[in-house]
């Protein structure tokens, strides 16, 4: 059982940074694929950026060159930088976690809001 929890969300001008941060508790951080997802009103959940065990990452192509997203598994700890927002991505964003043989588990999301 893995448990996640979002911080870092909050309401930020037009071309700001904000640095998201997701905690999980629980064993073999390390062995799960890490991903931030975001879900704006009345749209679907999407993928943000995902980074594997083995530290290869991945990153939408909306997000590319501003978001970047990084794990400590020392910590147990998974962020994302996103630089230069915009007011569309204003969304709830969460963390999960997941692996192939076995938990996908999510977290209950952080609000970022991207407005003047």
């Known amino acids: 059982q893995v448990q996640l929890v979002e911080s870092g969300g909050g309401l930020v001008q037009p071309g700001g940074s904000l640095r998201l941060s997701c905690a999980a508790s629980?064993?073999?951080?390390?062995?799960?694929?890490m991903g931030w997802y975001r879900q704006a009103p009345g749209k679907q959940r999407d993928l943000v950026a995902r980074?594997?065990?083995?530290?290869?990452?991945n990153h939408a192509d909306s997000v590319k060159g501003r978001f970047t997203i990084s794990r400590d598994n020392a910590k147990n700890a998974v962020y994302l930088q996103m630089n230069s927002l915009k007011p569309e991505d204003t969304a709830v964003y969460y963390c999960?976690?997941?692996?192939?043989?076995?938990?996908?588990?999510w977290g209950k999301g952080t609000l970022v809001t991207v407005s003047s």
């Open positions: 999960r976690a997941a692996r192939i043989f076995g938990g996908d588990y």
């Open positions: 980074i594997m065990r083995g530290g290869s990452l």
């Open positions: 629980g064993n073999a951080f390390s062995s799960y694929d």
